[in-house]
């Protein structure tokens, strides 16, 4: 029975909560984590931040470290974000509680494991979306400081109009990127194709108004 993806909000086929691409994409930014991961390091140093002490000239001090990576890599960062998801897992499954050992970022390699052996599962638990949203709000939170898009933004084609399962419409910038033909939210994932930019353009007006 066809459903519709509660993340992309497009037909699903294979009746579960998460489409094949949504899948495809979660899995692909979990298994990148590690790598960002250990990419952070070298932009623990700050570079023009400056802290609320002084220093020996009588100017600010700089700050020993970028606090914002140093969130990212410290305890209620990145490892402990995946391992929390991997544990409600577990308890919604009447599993025993994950266990983890060593440093942050053996902890995170073995939590992304442990998230993808279960993904069989995940794609048609309540909480898919939740865990996508979060999973490539981390993502993108650490991308952008690692790897930054050098590529032109594209053509902005004004806000996504997709409605999720509350009745709230996205509201993320559209743009087109660059020899594409079709316009993909970054938030919520959903697609338009040209043959629903009239009716997109519609909306917009609509909700402007």
Do not use: F
């Amino acid at each position: 029975m066809d459903t519709t993806c509660t993340h992309c909000h497009n037909p699903d086929p294979t009746g579960s909560t998460l489409c094949m691409p949504c899948t495809t994409r979660l899995t692909t930014q979990l298994q990148q984590l590690p790598r960002l991961y250990e990419a952070l390091a070298p932009h623990l140093a700050p570079s023009m931040a400056t802290g609320q002490g002084r220093s020996g000239t009588g100017g600010p001090a700089p700050l020993p470290v970028n606090e914002h990576v140093l969130g990212l890599r410290a305890p209620g960062g990145m490892a402990d974000v995946v391992y929390g998801w991997l544990r409600a897992v577990h308890d919604t499954r009447d599993l025993r509680a994950p266990r983890l050992a060593g440093d942050a970022l053996t902890r995170l390699h073995t939590a992304v494991a442990g998230l993808i052996s279960h993904m069989p599962w995940i794609v048609a638990w309540d909480h898919a979306h939740d865990l996508a949203v979060e999973i490539h709000d981390l993502h993108r939170n650490v991308t952008t400081i690692v790897d930054p898009d050098p590529r032109p933004r594209g053509r902005r084609i004004g806000h996504c109009q997709a409605i999720d399962t509350s009745g709230a419409i996205c509201g993320s910038v559209l743009r087109l990127a660059p020899g594409e033909t079709v316009v993909r939210c970054d938030w919520c994932s959903m697609a338009w194709p040209p043959a629903t930019w009239v009716q997109l353009k519609a909306w917009q007006a609509e909700n402007a108004a």
